[in-house]
């Protein structure tokens, strides 16, 4: 019994960069534009160059946040091992079992996080979130696909 698949051909590991932009959001256009002109686009990446990493600041970080930070993860943990607990457990107990672990968790997570920000003394008083960015974002094709890649995305 023969099956058909439909693969993708190997790269051959010559590209061509069909034009650069300064956001990852005018990229994508660019892609978006190829993929609805059905052009094939597994033969397409975006690259991003001169990578940096950087730390957007959400907040001033308190012991009371530290606290709760901890103690909304330590719900989640309690709730795993609740579940895996409640299981076990025959009757209406099982609840019970489930709400403790909740709890405990929540409590534990919250001593956690409050000593953890404590033992820091102050250095760190603030939350952030971290993430890449790059400064240029080229599209590239694979160099067999180059002409075609530029006449269905309108470059010129």
Request: proline share 2%.
């Amino acid at each position: 019994m023969s099956q058909t698949l439909n693969t993708v051909p190997a790269a051959s590991g010559t590209t061509a960069t069909l034009r650069e932009f300064g956001t990852y959001e005018e990229a994508q256009q660019l892609v978006d534009r190829l993929s609805d002109a059905r052009f094939p686009v597994e033969q397409v990446r975006i690259v991003g160059t001169g990578l940096r990493s950087v730390k957007q600041v959400t907040g001033r970080l308190t012991k009371a946040r530290a606290a709760a930070g901890g103690a909304f993860t330590g719900v989640w943990f309690g709730l795993l091992i609740g579940l895996l607990f409640a299981i076990f457990v025959i009757g209406p107990f099982g609840f019970g079992v489930l709400l403790s672990s909740v709890i405990l968790g929540a409590l534990w997570g919250a001593v956690f996080g409050f000593g953890a920000h404590w033992a820091t003394k102050g250095r760190r008083g603030f939350s952030g979130v971290r993430g890449l960015e790059a400064e240029r974002y080229a599209v590239q094709v694979e160099a067999c696909f180059e002409d075609e890649a530029a006449r269905v995305g309108g470059i010129a």
